[in-house]
């Protein structure tokens, strides 16, 4: 196989994976208090800047069947792509540092409490900081709970791989 192809193929299982997780738990994927369990990959660019285009494609396909339209696949997506692009440069620029993998999860955290919040408010009239504390709280619990650990556990036993699969 050659590398563009393992790269084609290593980004659409990655936007796969992302979309048929939130989608089969859709019932906690979606809403202004939301444990989207697929945001646990959003790590992924700690390992390498290639995991951004699958991410952010499989937001982007969650989000074209989801609940909120055409708002939540232009700005679910926005908020997809920086969270995961901030994650990528923390990586790079402290990956020395022990903490970064903490640091790292906190981008999806604030950015998807901005954006979703802003979008919720918008669109579909709900409170603002409310929706802001609900959507953090959910990312909060997903990401840097559940997968700062996940993180650590899976590149103490595949991290070369995971670094090497473009």
């Known amino acids: 196989m050659t590398k563009k192809t393992r790269s084609i193929v290593t980004t659409a299982i990655v936007a796969a994976l ?28 700690l390992f390498s800047k290639k995991y951004i285009v699958g991410l952010t ?8 069947l989801g609940l909120y339209g055409v708002p939540d696949m232009i700005f679910g997506t926005i908020a997809t792509f920086i969270s995961v692009y901030l994650v990528y440069l923390t990586g790079k620029y402290m990956k020395d540092k022990k903490s970064y993998v903490y640091a790292a999860s906190l981008w999806p955290v604030i950015v998807n409490a901005i954006i979703v919040a802003v979008q919720l408010k918008i669109f579909f009239g709900m409170p603002l900081f409310i929706t802001m504390l609900q959507v953090g709280f959910g990312q909060f619990v997903v990401i840097t709970i559940i997968g700062v650990p996940l993180f650590k556990a899976v590149n103490n036993k595949y991290g070369k791989y995971l670094k090497n699969m473009f």
Do not use: D, H, K, W
């Open 57 to 64: 494609i499989g937001c982007f396909l969650a989000n074209l």
């Open 18 to 45: 992302y979309a048929t997780l939130t989608l089969s738990l859709a019932f906690v994927s979606y809403g202004p208090i939301q444990f989207r369990l697929s945001e646990v990959m959003t790590l992924l660019p």
